[in-house]
């Protein structure tokens, strides 16, 4: 959504109105309003509209990255589910080569995966997805 209902004040053949914040401005009142020919505010309003088949991704929410561990911890408390060490050991005492070996298999069928390609951060992977109708 670009622009929420609430942030619009007026609508005429001149001029749209509506409510925009200020971060400048550290204290007192951030929200002032701007008065934008249509045109340039469906223009403004078209820039945020992603083209047919895009999905937007957003970096917000409780499963934001700065405040992920955070929320989790709070949401199993809320739920009284196990905490995350237990629910990752499983309660029992595994090696870091059997907790590996787990790694590598698939979570619903238990089979083997295949390492097919390991690369850093910013490397270009040499292989390339197999095509559609193979994968499937």
């Known amino acids: 959504m670009a622009i929420s209902n609430h942030r619009l004040i007026s609508a005429d053949g001149d001029t749209m109105?509506?409510?925009w914040k200020d971060y400048r401005i550290k204290r007192g009142d951030q929200m002032k309003v701007m008065?934008?020919?249509p045109y340039e505010f469906i223009r403004r309003f078209l820039i945020h509209v992603l083209p047919s088949?895009?999905?937007r991704i957003r970096h917000a929410g409780?499963?934001?990255n700065g405040i992920r561990r955070a929320r989790i911890k709070s949401i199993r408390r809320l739920l009284d589910a196990k905490p995350e060490?237990?629910?990752a050991t499983?309660?029992?005492n595994r090696t870091n080569a059997e907790e590996q070996d787990l790694r590598r298999q698939y979570p619903e069928c238990g089979g083997a995966m295949t390492v097919i390609e390991t690369f850093t951060r910013g490397q270009s992977p040499q292989s390339r997805a197999p095509p559609w109708e193979d994968a499937a």
């Open 90 to 92: 499983g309660g029992d």
């Open 85 to 87: 060490t237990d629910r």
């Open 62 to 64: 409780f499963l934001a």
């Open 17 to 19: 109105a509506f409510l």
């Open 35 to 37: 008065r934008l020919p």
């Open 53 to 55: 088949g895009f999905h």
